[in-house]
C-alpha cells in the first residue's frame, strides 16, 4: 500500500479486501450450486454445504475485524462509511451464502429422482442472471465505483423478479394438473426462491456500496 495512506485509509482497503474474498467464496458456492442444481451430484452437494461452515467463520472474523477497526481508529467521514459497510456486507454475504447450501440441502436431502430438465434450465438462467449481479455489484464495491455504476449493476432486479413470477405460475399450473408432480413442485419453488434473494441482497449490497460513495442510501427495490 503506498506510504501516502494513512493509517484508517490502509484498515479500510484491507477489509474491502476482505469483503472481496468472502464474496469470491460466495459467488464460487452459488456458481457449484449451479453445477449441483444440473448434475444433482451428492457429493457437490455436501461439499457445498461443508463449505459453507468457512463461509461463516470468515463473516465472524470479518466483523471481528470492523469492530476493532471502529474501536481503534475511530474512522470518520467516507472511512467511517466504508468500515460499517464492511461489516454490514459480511452479514449480506454470509446470508448469500446460505442460499448456495439450502439448495445443495434440497437437493440431497428432499428431491427424489432426477428433476425435470426444463424447469431446472429456467431456473439455471435465472440464477446465472442473480449471481452476475451480484459480481458485478461487488467489483464496483472493490473499485469504489459511482452511484450510477452500482445502479445498473443491480438494474435487472425487476426483469429477475418477473421471471421468478412467471415460473411459480407454470409450476402451479402445472402442480394443479399433475398431483404427482406436487413434492417435485415444491422443490422447484424452494430453490428459484433462494436464487431470486442471491438478487435481492445484490441489491442490498448496492445500496450500502452507494452509501459509502455519496453519503445517502437509495431505495433501490
Given amino acids: 500500500m503506498p506510504d501516502s495512506l494513512n493509517l484508517i485509509q490502509k484498515r479500510r482497503l484491507h477489509l474491502q479486501a476482505a469483503v472481496g474474498e468472502l464474496g469470491a467464496r460466495v459467488v464460487a458456492a452459488l456458481h457449484q450450486s449451479v453445477t449441483c442444481l444440473k448434475t444433482q451430484e451428492r457429493e457437490l452437494a455436501e461439499r457445498i454445504i461443508d463449505g459453507d461452515l468457512l463461509i461463516n467463520q470468515q ?12 474501536a481503534a481508529y475511530k474512522p470518520a467521514g467516507e472511512d467511517l462509511r466504508a468500515v460499517g459497510a464492511c ?40 440464477a446465472l442472471e442473480a449471481i452476475g449481479m451480484l459480481e458485478q455489484t461487488l467489483a464496483a464495491f472493490m473499485a469504489n465505483s459511482n452511484e450510477a455504476t452500482l445502479r445498473a449493476a443491480v438494474a435487472n432486479e425487476s426483469a429477475v423478479d418477473r421471471e421468478e413470477d412467471a415460473f411459480i405460475a407454470q409450476v402451479l399450473e402445472r402442480m ?22 442471491v438478487a435481492d441482497r445484490a441489491t442490498n449490497v448496492a ?15
Fill in 59 to 70: 463473516r465472524r472474523s470479518l466483523e471481528q475485524e470492523c469492530l476493532v477497526t471502529l
Fill in 87 to 126: 461489516m454490514e456486507l459480511a452479514s449480506e454475504l454470509e446470508r448469500i451464502g446460505d442460499y448456495a447450501a439450502d439448495v445443495a440441502r434440497i437437493l440431497v436431502r428432499d428431491v427424489e429422482g432426477t428433476l425435470p430438465a426444463e424447469p431446472v434450465a429456467a431456473i439455471v438462467e435465472l
Fill in 176 to 197: 394443479r394438473a399433475d398431483a404427482a408432480f406436487a413434492a417435485t413442485g415444491t422443490y422447484l419453488l424452494w430453490i428459484v426462491h433462494n436464487y431470486e434473494r
Fill in 207 to 221: 445500496e450500502r456500496a452507494i452509501y459509502v460513495v455519496s453519503g445517502h442510501t437509495p431505495d433501490l427495490d
